[in-house]
């Protein structure tokens, strides 16, 4: 099976923005991924370097790299527009998909 060249994007609502993630997010996802990894492994330290490495790739494409989200609880407690949300998958050795944890900013 391969992907469509093009994806309609659902309705994001007032303000929220659907954009593809760029090297400039690596800070902001070195901070959350170290927040979460404070409760999920605590004895390993996330570094820069790990995510420069991600993200330079031959298999990440920032193009083309799709999230698909199901299953997530408690969206009721979420304000309707106004907050941001951050996913962090478990790294699964030849997975194609894996739990991950969801943080929302409200």
């Given at each position: 099976m391969t992907a469509p060249p093009?994806?309609?994007?659902?309705?994001?609502?007032?303000?929220l923005t659907w954009r593809p993630v760029t090297a400039a997010d690596i800070d902001l996802i070195l901070d959350l991924k170290r927040a979460a990894g404070t409760i999920d492994h605590p004895r390993y330290l996330e570094m820069r370097d790990e995510l420069e490495e991600e993200f330079a790739?031959?298999?990440?494409?920032?193009?083309?790299?799709?999230?698909?989200?199901?299953?997530?609880?408690?969206?009721?407690?979420?304000?309707?527009?106004?907050?941001?949300?951050?996913?962090?998958?478990?790294?699964?050795?030849?997975?194609?998909?894996?739990?991950?944890?969801v943080v929302a900013f409200v």
């Open positions: 093009t994806v309609d994007l659902p309705k994001a609502g007032d303000d790739s031959e298999t990440f494409d920032l193009e083309r790299d799709a999230v698909i989200v199901q299953q997530l609880a408690n969206l009721a407690t979420l304000p309707p527009a106004g907050f941001k949300v951050a996913f962090f998958p478990l790294k699964l050795a030849r997975a194609s998909a894996a739990p991950a944890r």
